[in-house]
C-alpha cells in the first residue's frame, strides 16, 4: 500500500501564476519529508527538507509546509516560471526499527505555459 | 564535481540476455539504491545498500540483483530480462537515509527496452 499520496496528479497553469501540491502521508513513525523537483530525463533533485518540527520553509519561489498533526505538507509555487515545468516528488522518511525507511509518492506533474 | 553516474544512458536488449548497469558515485555516501520508474507507477525502489557487503531487498526486487563490493559502485543485474522490466532506472546515493541534512542525489537514468 502507498503511504504517500500526492495530489492533484497533473496540473497546468499559466506562466505567472501560483500553485499549490499537496502530498498525504501515513508514514509513521515520522522521521522527514522532502519534496523532490525531477525535469524530463533527469533524475529528481532535492527542494526542501522538512522535520516534525519545522512549518515552513522556502526555497527561493518554493515553499514548503507541514502539519505532522494532519500528516499534510504542500508545495507552493510562487510566479511560476516555464522552467518549474516538471514531476514533483514527496519522500517521507520512516524511522523503523530496522533504519530508515523511504516512501515515494507518484509525483504530480506540472506544466507551465505561456 | 559531486556525482552519481549511470551508464548506459539508453539500452535495447532482447529476452534472456544477461545486462548490467553501472553506477558509481563521487560522494563518498554510505547508502546507494536503485529505482525503477514507471507512468502511473513511480518511483519504486528495488534494491537498497546501506554500506560495502550490505544489500537490502526493496518493494520490487524480482529478476534483479546487486552488489556492493566497494562503496562508490553499486551495478544493477538484470541476469534474464524480460520485457516487464522496460523502464526507466535511476541509481541513487546519500550521505547516510535519515539524517536530516542527507538528500538522495539521483543519476540521469538508464532507459532500458527489453524486447
Sequence with gaps: KNQVEQSPQSLIILEGKNCTLQCNYTVSPFSNLRWYKQDTGRGPVSLTIMTFSENTKSNGRYTATLDADTKQSSLHITASQLSDSASYICVVSEDSNSGYALNFGKGTSLLVTP | ?115
Design chain 2, 1 to 115: 564535481e559531486a556525482q552519481v553516474t549511470q551508464n548506459p544512458r539508453y539500452l535495447i536488449t532482447v529476452t534472456g540476455k544477461k545486462l548490467t548497469v553501472t553506477c558509481s558515485q563521487n560522494m563518498n555516501h554510505e547508502y546507494m539504491s536503485w529505482y525503477r520508474q514507471d507512468p502511473g507507477l513511480g518511483l519504486r525502489q528495488i534494491y537498497y545498500s546501506m554500506n560495502v557487503e550490505v544489500t537490502d531487498k526493496g518493494d520490487v526486487p524480482e529478476g534483479y540483483k546487486v552488489s556492493r563490493k566497494e562503496k562508490r559502485n553499486f551495478p544493477l543485474i538484470l541476469e534474464s530480462p524480460s520485457p516487464n522490466q522496460t523502464s526507466l532506472y535511476f541509481c541513487a546515493s546519500s550521505f547516510r537515509v535519515g539524517i536530516h541534512n542527507s538528500p538522495l542525489h539521483f543519476g540521469n537514468g538508464t532507459r532500458l527496452t527489453v524486447t
